[in-house]
């Protein structure tokens, strides 16, 4: 008798992930609501310029989404013990398999908190309106893998450290730094009417490169937790 | 002659050529002698990528050799890497003040994504400090060594992904409109910092060897013998029974 297949462990352990999200409510109930909060003290500590608030809008959403985020990333570390990876072992599960499905259910959590957190800075700092806006979803798509991906490998290498909590976003916040620039130039060069091509290029050879690397340094890492 | 003092004597002369040549470049006509701070601030930073280049070699070859030589590479390699960034990103901002008004300009992406690149880099040393066997640390430390790196060709490409203030890539341009006696000055510059670089490798990584079996003498002491809790029986007592 044979286990499921590699996608198919990556679909449990996605499904896993879901479901203790679904009883928990973490991301739904605290950390959009306090990414929320955060898009609403920004404007009160920069002043009451509306054009400032306008212009600083969409930035201040891509640090939000990257900063509160990468919060998205971190639950399951903390609900993970060593019990529960032990046990993952002993099903044989590929740890690159455990990998993405955990990427895919952060990914799919933090396509919640944008699509929360977009409409929510458009009524609040109302940004100038750029033409291709489609292309802004395609960007929003791409920041959430990559982030997904930074956070859970950020996730995997503090796994069970007492200074878990500080180190992690330590490492996730300037390793996202090719996710923000591509981003905010994105964004750029649409108000601009300019190329878009670089930074998209860039987004999409970052979450290409951080998934490789995801994926064959997964087995290393569930070694390193044990 | 040991081969630190070799590489430390070395260090000594091959800066002294640099600082030769450094001294006699000719001066930029608007920058004056603030010009001379290039041949640090440049140095360092390349310097500042070869090391993380070398740390993400020595990453790979500990995830597949597992010889502890690797792990003492990419650890030295970091430490001295976050030294010549910090140098990279000091020079680079004293030479900003005179020349663009101001210490740190928010325009410049390549100061931006080196300050970020050095605080990864940290990242990577606190990681280390906090997890104490060394088969987890070389392993989880290894992992972080390659993502990190990601932001060394982020650093160097920024001028042309980004429009910023910073001076574009000029050296490795084939068409180079820099001067033939500063680029002699520079890359003396680059020569010299690289043999420092090889000096502090080779002292570090012995220093880490050291450490390594300073950790396995202490834990061999502290370790408790298997059946200590099982004392002899004292024969002399039972044959006076």
Excluded: C
Aim: aromatic share 8%; glycine share 8%.
């Amino acid at each position: 008798m044979t286990g499921p297949s590699f996608w198919g462990q990556a679909y449990e352990i996605g499904r896993k992930d879901m479901r203790v999200e679904g009883r928990s409510g973490e991301v739904l109930n605290i950390t959009i609501p306090f990414g929320a909060v955060a898009l609403l003290l920004i404007p009160l500590a920069i002043g009451i310029d509306r054009p400032l608030i306008a212009s600083v809008g969409p930035g201040m959403f891509w640090v939000v989404t990257l900063l509160f985020g990468m919060l998205v990333t971190f639950r399951h570390s903390a609900t993970e013990t060593v019990a529960n990876r032990e046990m993952m072992v002993l099903l044989g599960m590929d740890p690159a398999a455990q990998f993405v499905g955990r990427v895919s259910a952060s990914f799919l959590l933090l396509l919640v908190f944008e699509g929360v957190l977009a409409p929510l800075t458009i009524v609040l700092y109302n940004p100038d309106p750029v033409s291709g806006w489609p292309v802004l979803l395609v960007v929003l798509l791409l920041m959430a893998i990559g982030l997904a991906l930074i956070g859970t490998l950020a996730s995997g290498i503090t796994s069970g450290l007492r200074s878990r909590n500080t180190l992690a976003p330590l490492l996730v916040a300037p390793l996202s730094l090719p996710l923000l620039v591509g981003a905010s130039q994105t964004y750029e060069a649409l108000s601009q009417e300019s190329s878009i091509l670089t930074p998209i290029l860039l987004l999409v050879a970052v979450v290409l490169g951080l998934a490789v690397v995801g994926v064959l340094t997964a087995r290393f890492l569930e070694e390193a937790s044990r | 002659m040991n081969r630190h003092r070799i590489l430390g004597l070395s260090a000594l002369v091959v800066i002294a050529i640099g600082l030769y040549f450094g001294s006699q470049a000719p001066l930029d006509q608007l920058q004056g002698e603030y010009t001379r701070i290039m041949y640090v601030h440049v140095p360092s930073a390349w310097l500042a990528y070869l090391s993380f280049l070398v740390t993400l070699v020595a990453s790979i070859l500990w995830l597949t050799k597992r010889r502890l030589v690797f792990d003492r590479v990419a650890e030295s390699s970091v430490s001295i890497g976050v030294f010549f960034t910090a140098l990279a990103l000091m020079t680079g901002m004293i030479w900003g003040y005179p020349v663009w008004g101001t210490f740190w300009d928010w325009g410049d992406a390549r100061m931006m994504t080196t300050a970020l690149m050095f605080f990864v880099y940290v990242g990577y040393l606190a990681l280390r400090r906090s997890i104490p066997d060394p088969a987890m640390r070389a392993t989880r430390s290894a992992v972080l060594g390659i993502v990190a790196f990601f932001l060394v060709p982020l650093s160097y490409l920024s001028v042309l992904i980004v429009r910023t203030l910073h001076q574009g890539i000029t050296v490795a341009r084939p068409d180079s409109p820099i001067d033939g006696e500063i680029l002699l000055a520079l890359l003396s510059n680059v020569g010299a910092f690289t043999v420092v670089y090889l000096t502090f490798m080779s002292l570090k990584t012995a220093i880490a060897r050291g450490e390594e079996e300073l950790e396995e003498q202490s834990a061999a002491v502290d370790a408790t013998p298997a059946g200590a809790a099982i004392t002899a029986p004292n024969l002399e007592k039972v044959r006076d029974v």
